[in-house]
């Protein structure tokens, strides 16, 4: 029996509840297999802390913890909220610290972090709430200055959350109006085709500092141009590891990776989403805290190069810090 006890922090007040309380089943199966002592910890949707069925407040369901595995995505688990909760009680935690989870996870302040870094992204837009009166004089403009393909997704979030395909004016002033209801600003980026792929760094694996694991290829079904929320969990997306890239492309990628979690000083693991076309690379994103559910990519990866889930996990939490 190991000693440690790890809290696995699941759900939270995100869209994207669902995926982190499989991400925290499938951690907490792979903790318990390893023989750690375990707390599993779920915060509601209204941002109650329960253990055992019973509301607590959050340094009694810490108490007696050694280290904390983060299984939340979305705000409040992504965003450096819970990041800098944790910080200031000095419980050490799996991922990024509470500055470099706030940087990523806004998509407009993680580009402008990196302009210095060289890497290419999509040209890009935001549109506030307070734009909703003018989008039939902003719609046009966006398509004359980004193009006719679009891509519209929130400013802060993950796992595709809220992100539409706009091909057209009409569907752009659709997608802009919906969205504006719903999130205070968004992102409006040029669609760029090509293909997707995505790329994990895990520090301080085999003797690298930051090792970046195998590239894999996302093919999302046929007619559908985009990895969509859906498309990443129906089994229906075609995720080839090691993917077909060419050397030069898969160089680029894995360097672009590496530099990426270094600028944004991401800690432990991250997953950056990348689009390529006629042999350049642009990026799309990062994920400080990626899925770790049976279908999640970061895992697929692992396996590649003969690192079992259980492995992975057990990595994570030795690398864990405040």
């Known amino acids: 029996m190991n000693h440690i006890r790890v809290a696995v922090l699941r759900g939270g007040p995100s869209d994207e509840y669902d995926v982190s309380m499989k991400t925290g089943a499938n951690v907490l199966v792979a903790l318990k297999e390893l023989g750690y002592q375990i707390k599993d910890i779920v915060i509601t949707r209204k941002g109650e802390w329960l253990e055992s069925g019973m509301v607590r407040k959050p340094e009694q369901a810490l108490e007696g913890a050694d280290s904390v595995f983060i299984a939340l995505h979305g705000a409040y688990g992504e965003d450096g909220t819970l990041q800098r909760f944790l910080q200031t009680h000095k419980i050490p935690f799996t991922g990024s610290n509470a500055l470099a989870s706030n940087i990523a996870f806004n998509k407009i302040l993680t580009k402008d972090t990196l302009k210095s870094s060289g890497i290419k992204s999509p040209k890009h837009y935001k549109i506030t709430k307070e734009d909703i009166a003018r989008l039939n004089i902003i719609v046009p403009e966006l398509n004359k200055v980004l193009g006719s393909e679009l891509f519209v997704k929130p400013i802060a979030g993950g796992s595709s959350v809220g992100a539409e395909y706009a091909p057209s004016e009409e569907k752009l002033r659709s997608v802009l109006d919906e969205l504006l209801r719903k999130y205070d600003e968004v992102m409006v980026e040029e669609f760029i085709r090509g293909k997707e792929a995505t790329v994990a760094v895990l520090d301080n694996f085999r003797n690298e500092r930051h090792y970046v694991l195998p590239v894999i290829e996302i093919v999302p079904p046929a007619g559908d141009p985009v990895f969509s929320y859906e498309n990443k969990y129906n089994g229906k997306t075609d995720e080839i590891c090691p993917g077909r890239?060419?050397?030069?492309?898969?160089?680029?990628?894995?360097?672009?990776?590496?530099?990426?979690?270094?600028?944004?000083?991401?800690?432990?693991?991250?997953?950056?989403?990348?689009?390529?076309?006629?042999?350049?690379?642009?990026?799309?994103?990062?994920?400080?805290?990626?899925?770790?559910?049976?279908?999640?990519?970061?895992?697929?990866?692992?396996?590649?190069?003969?690192?079992?889930?259980?492995?992975?996990?057990?990595?994570?939490?030795?690398?864990?810090?405040?």
């Not at 030069?248 to 997953?271: F, M, P």
């Not at 805290?289 to 003969?306: D, H, M, Q, Y």
């Open 245 to 322: 890239f060419s050397y030069h492309e898969k160089a680029l990628l894995e360097d672009a990776a590496r530099v990426i979690h270094q600028t944004l000083n991401c800690d432990d693991y991250s997953r950056s989403d990348f689009i390529v076309r006629d042999g350049d690379i642009y990026f799309l994103e990062v994920n400080t805290l990626p899925g770790l559910t049976n279908e999640s990519l970061f895992p697929r990866a692992g396996r590649a190069v003969g690192l079992s889930y259980n492995d992975l996990i057990k990595h994570i939490i030795s690398i864990a810090k405040f």
